[in-house]
């Protein structure tokens, strides 16, 4: 079963424009990761914030964390064509595995 | 400092056949996980070794089973595959202890079809 919801399920935006994506999960959580997929190859990490932190900042990436509501979100400030991929936010449940949502498919076109 | 790395990359085979999906984990890390990712869907997770003992299974019946050697790289093995195991198989290394996720490192996964 999957823990975690992306919506929306697919965006697309024009390069230089932000793009916004949430992520609501179910259970008590340790952390929340965010991951980029390309092409339906290998998972490449993006950011990790912790259960007891509200928003982070890595780059053009701003996560943030709301365990009130389950939820979580990035945001991509300034897209580029080469930010076009599949995003998926993962928990871990409080167990050893992270779980993983079914994705936002983002395409920037320029 | 070496990636994840898979083998292979694409894999045919047909029902009922078994087969073995290899992993290296990046150099100094001792737990690796294995996930199945359905087209168009999100990676499940399979399970993770650390330190060569199973550290936790999903729900995939035992069929699925798995190894991990000293030097922390890793099989995946499936006995009397069905079709609905096509899928992309993704092997993630981490630095970790027995509890708790930590940042994931994954390869570039292996592409079943099963026939």
């Known amino acids: 079963s999957q823990q975690g919801e992306e919506d929306p399920q697919a965006l697309s935006i024009q390069e230089g424009e932000n793009a916004t994506m949430n992520c609501s999960y179910k259970?008590?959580?340790?952390?929340l990761q965010w991951y980029r997929q390309n092409s339906g190859r290998g998972l490449v990490h993006l950011i990790l914030?912790?259960?007891?932190?509200r928003e982070k900042h890595s780059g053009r990436l701003r996560v943030t964390l709301d365990t009130s509501k389950k939820s979580s979100s990035l945001l991509i400030t300034a897209s580029r064509a080469a930010d076009t991929a599949s995003y998926f936010c993962a928990t871990d449940g409080g167990g050893t595995a992270l779980i993983f949502g079914k994705g936002t498919t983002l395409s920037v076109s320029s | 400092e070496t990636g994840v790395t898979q083998s292979p990359t694409h894999l045919i085979k047909t029902r009922g056949q078994q087969v073995t999906l290899r992993c290296s984990s990046q150099?100094?890390?001792?737990?690796v996980s294995w996930y199945q990712q359905a087209l168009g869907q999100g990676p499940q997770f399979i399970f993770q070794?650390?330190?060569?003992?199973?550290?936790g299974r999903g729900n995939f019946p035992p069929r699925f089973s798995g190894l991990q050697f000293p030097n922390y790289s890793s099989e995946l093995n499936v006995n009397a595959l069905e079709l609905d195991d096509s899928a992309l198989y993704l092997c993630a290394s981490s630095l970790g202890t027995s509890g708790g996720i930590h940042e994931q490192f994954f390869g570039p996964g292996t592409r079943l079809t099963v026939l």
């Open positions: 070794y650390y330190r060569e003992e199973e550290n």
């Open positions: 259970t008590s959580i340790n952390n």
């Open positions: 150099s100094g890390h001792n737990t």
């Open positions: 914030i912790r259960s007891n932190e």
